[in-house]
């Protein structure tokens, strides 16, 4: 039988404060008589109310009800109250019930930079129940599962990923049970923003229109700008350099020349040049005319028309100039002629160099197999042969064997040699021929940084001595049939005006090869050290071509040359070689893509070799890295008479504007007087960086107390403002030690500055042309050039070789170039012999094929 609703009694709990929820009928439960003033959480609540239930006669219901908090339950049936015998109830809740008021770890206070992570460490106050953790900010609910940069860990501390603008405020932990609700110290975070430095404005213009002046750069710390208490920029805001404007030059007028003879026109002429100065960077030019023409004859001589035996006596001069035109075609022709024959034999021919001496090959001895350790003997016979040069060979066996793993024997037992001679004389005539020459006139008029030869198809070598400088002309470079007188010469910065503009710096000599515009078949090399630290991040290097008009272009920009270019460069730590197939001056300049940029400088002290006098010099020399400002400041020092005290240093030297100092310590004052007025003495940031001058150098001079001092003991420190530092200890006497001359003992680079024909390269030039052959063509099993070159560790340039005729060519053309004339030519036979070519007789030299 079904209970209609509402005839059983409805729950009704009673707190123990006499709190009450009771229900009329209908199951309807109410609040008799609250607390005024109470909370509502702390009010007893159902947790679980009876559900309506059918009962059947003589069976028992079950009737299921939770209130919370409550000690006591009270059930009505149909207004009455039941008996507490006729129901059972079960206490679950607990009557110490409490959460206590301080919280054991409170956040604090927090200051973090933007996108900083926040930890705020909260721990509730002890309760039963435990309490519950919530995050206020600004009294505003913290949801995690609105805003994914936040969450609340187990143990209740608040994290934020990232620290935002909008994350600056005050947050309050929050912890509640049944019984109360605590909240902890608000704690304050202050997300801040650190300056950052906007990049710089452009150059202003120079503050001097003509000569030396300033100009300036800027830049704020608005990127981002300082926020909430954030650091400001470190640094300057304003850079300035040195700047120098050419003035203008106005020209002017030479002297007038001298009066011509007088003419058929009864007039004589002069003329004059705007040349005295010519004008330049924007001056005007000469006002007035350069030619001036009078009559010669005051007036008395006027001339007439041409008479008929006139025109006569020209018609008869103009046929005598062409019958005497048509026979200089005519031995044009036949000197060409005979000249297409030469090539068939160059060895006997002393036209091609007149500087070719016959060369002698005795027979090898049996035991010694090898081609390449022959002897030339003087005292035999001299034999000749037609083509390249090729020894023979006095014995029956027609041909030199080379051992198996030796393809290259060392050639310092002997080598076949080409002797080229050119006096001092001749080099003098040489240097005067070419400066007649416009483009010449800039060419050093001494011998000692320039060297000359002639050479023909057969190649070879240019070298200025203990420079690192040198000029490799490869077999064949130059076309079969023609001779060409070439030269190398060395330039100093100051003599040619290279134009630098911006950050950039001169980092190798100024090198001039040629004539300009020479005819040549295959590209030749040339080889310069510099004084960068090559570093792709860091650089930005390009070769600078100087054209006959005296302008300077890029020619190759490294990193990115094209293989089909007609420049190309092989640059490694100290030195640069560049492929090209045209003749002119070089230069090799760099541009700092950041302050991580160093040049390299050599630091040398120098000091009088003998000290006559009570002051006593000490000279530190900033120099490039390289061999020819060695060179210089060596011969300089020869004349004055100084001797290294020291060995050399090297600084790196950075692209920060800052400038580099020098200083002096820690001189004995009982027996040394410095006369130096200030503490250190300082090189500008910009004359050592635009590398216009080779060299720098500071002078400290030293005062003896007495005469008798020869010992001297000190420090000399040279450094860059926030860079690289060097510090020299100077422990010496200065009437007898040497011990530091022989450091700069200037190394012989291999006999003469020219060398022609086979004598310049350390390959044999039939084993050359048998390796060329046999690597060329391309091998599936890998035993090519390709292969080669990867042995070489030139296989970064692979693309560069394979857009020429014969790549094996380039490759041994580097090879020679980077290693005379101390190359190990054993270490090139093992890898040219690792490649595996099956030919036996692949480097084999026979009488018939000379």
């Keep these: 039988m079904a209970v209609r609703p509402g005839l059983w009694p409805a729950l009704l709990g009673i707190a123990l404060a006499s709190w009450l929820h009771r229900s009329g009928a209908q199951q309807s439960a109410t609040v008799a008589n609250p607390v005024p003033g109470a909370n509502p959480d702390l009010l007893p609540h159902f947790l679980v109310e009876p559900e309506d239930v059918y009962i059947v006669k003589n069976k028992p219901v079950l009737l299921v009800c939770k209130a919370l908090p409550a000690t006591q339950i009270f059930f009505k049936c ?26 054991e770890q409170e956040p604090l206070a927090k200051e973090v930079s933007l996108e900083q992570g926040i930890v705020l460490p909260c721990r509730p106050p002890e309760g039963i129940p435990p309490a519950e953790v919530e995050w206020l900010r600004n009294e505003d609910l913290v949801d995690p599962s609105l805003d994914p940069n936040v969450y609340i860990t187990r143990e209740h501390s608040l994290v934020v990923r990232q620290a935002r603008l909008a994350d600056t405020a005050n947050y309050t932990c929050v912890a509640k049970n049944i019984v109360a609700r605590r909240r902890s110290a608000s704690a304050a975070v202050i997300v801040y923003v650190n300056g950052g430095w906007s990049t710089w404005t452009e150059w202003s213009v120079c503050s001097a229109s003509c000569g030396r002046g300033w100009q300036k750069r800027s830049r704020s710390c608005t990127n981002p700008a300082p926020l909430n208490g954030g650091a400001f920029c470190e640094g300057q805001n304003v850079q300035k350099t040195a700047c120098a404007t050419l003035c203008p030059v106005d020209g002017s007028w030479s002297p007038w020349s001298k009066w011509s003879a007088c003419g058929l026109d009864c007039t004589h002429w002069r003329s004059r040049e705007c040349s005295d100065p010519a004008p330049r960077n924007g001056g005007e030019e000469c006002r007035g005319t350069d030619l001036d023409t009078r009559n010669c004859t005051s007036d008395l001589c006027v001339h007439t028309a041409s008479r ?15 019958c005497l035109l048509l026979l200089l075609l005519v031995l044009i022709l036949v000197y060409c002629r005979k000249k297409e024959g030469l090539d068939s034999d160059v060895a006997d021919s002393s036209i091609l160099t007149s500087g070719f001496q016959p060369v002698s090959i005795k027979p090898s001895k049996a035991d010694n197999p090898h081609l390449l350790t022959i002897q030339p003997d003087l005292s035999t016979t001299t034999t000749t042969c037609q083509g390249s040069l090729c020894p023979r060979q006095d014995g029956t066996s027609p041909k030199f064997q080379l051992a198996n793993g030796h393809l290259l024997s060392p050639l310092s037992g002997g080598r076949h040699t080409l002797h080229h001679s050119s006096p001092t004389s001749e080099a003098e005539d040489f240097v005067s021929r070419l400066s007649t020459q416009n483009y010449f006139r800039s060419l050093p008029r001494g011998t000692s940084n320039m060297t000359y030869g002639t050479f023909n198809f057969l190649g070879g070598r240019l070298m200025i001595p203990n420079t690192g400088i040198s000029l490799l002309i490869p077999p064949d470079a130059i076309p079969r049939g023609k001779i060409y007188e070439i030269y190398l010469t060395l330039h100093k910065p100051e003599d040619v005006r290279l134009p630098l503009a911006g950050c950039q710096t001169l980092l190798s000599p100024i090198v001039s090869c040629g004539p300009p515009g020479v005819l040549l078949t295959r590209p030749v090399i040339l080889a310069m050290d510099h004084c960068g630290e090559p570093c792709p991040e860091s650089w930005s290097l390009r070769l600078k071509k100087q054209s006959c008009e005296g302008s300077w272009e890029d020619v190759l920009h490294l990193g990115e040359e094209a293989p089909s270019h007609l420049y190309y460069c092989q640059l490694e730590a100290g030195a640069c070689y560049v492929f090209t197939e045209q003749l002119g001056r070089f230069a090799l300049v760099g541009e700092a893509l950041s302050v991580a940029a160093t040049k390299r400088l050599k630091l040398l002290l120098f000091a009088p070799v003998a000290c006559t006098s009570l002051e006593y010099n000490i000279r530190v020399y900033c120099l490039h890295d390289t061999h020819d400002a060695l060179k210089e400041v060596v011969q300089l020092e020869k004349q004055l008479g100084g001797q290294l005290i020291q060995e050399p240093r090297v600084l790196h030297f950075k692209d920060s504007y800052h400038n580099l100092r020098l200083s002096i310590h820690d001189v004995p004052s009982s027996l040394w007087k410095s006369k130096l007025l200030v503490s250190y003495q300082e090189i500008p940031f910009y004359h050592i960086w635009n590398g216009t001058q080779q060299y720098l150098h500071c002078a400290f001079t030293l005062e003896r107390v007495s005469p008798s001092t020869s010992d001297l003991a000190c420090k000399v420190w040279v450094w860059q403002v926030e860079g690289d530092g060097q510090s020299f200890n100077i422990n010496f006497n200065i009437t007898k030690d040497t011990r530091f001359a022989e450091l700069l003992a200037l190394e012989s680079e291999g006999g003469v500055p020219a060398l022609v024909g086979p004598s310049a390269f350390k390959i044999p030039f039939l084993i050359r042309q048998k390796i060329i052959t046999s690597l060329d063509p391309p091998c599936s099993r890998g035993a090519d050039w390709r292969t080669l070159a990867q042995k070489l560790h030139l296989d970064s340039h692979l693309s560069f070789f394979a857009s020429k005729p014969s790549p094996t060519a380039m490759i041994l053309n580097l090879w020679e170039a980077r290693h005379f004339p101390n190359g190990n030519l054993s270490q090139l036979a093992a890898a040219v012999a690792g490649l595996g070519q099956p030919d036996a007789g692949l480097f084999t030299v026979s009488e018939a094929e000379c």
């Design 308 to 322: 008929p035996e006139d025109v006569a006596l020209y018609v008869g001069l103009i046929a005598v100039a062409v």
């Design 78 to 103: 149909n207004g009455e109250w039941v008996r507490q015998v006729d129901h059972v109830i079960e206490r679950s809740t607990d009557d110490s019930s409490d959460l206590r008021k301080n919280f």
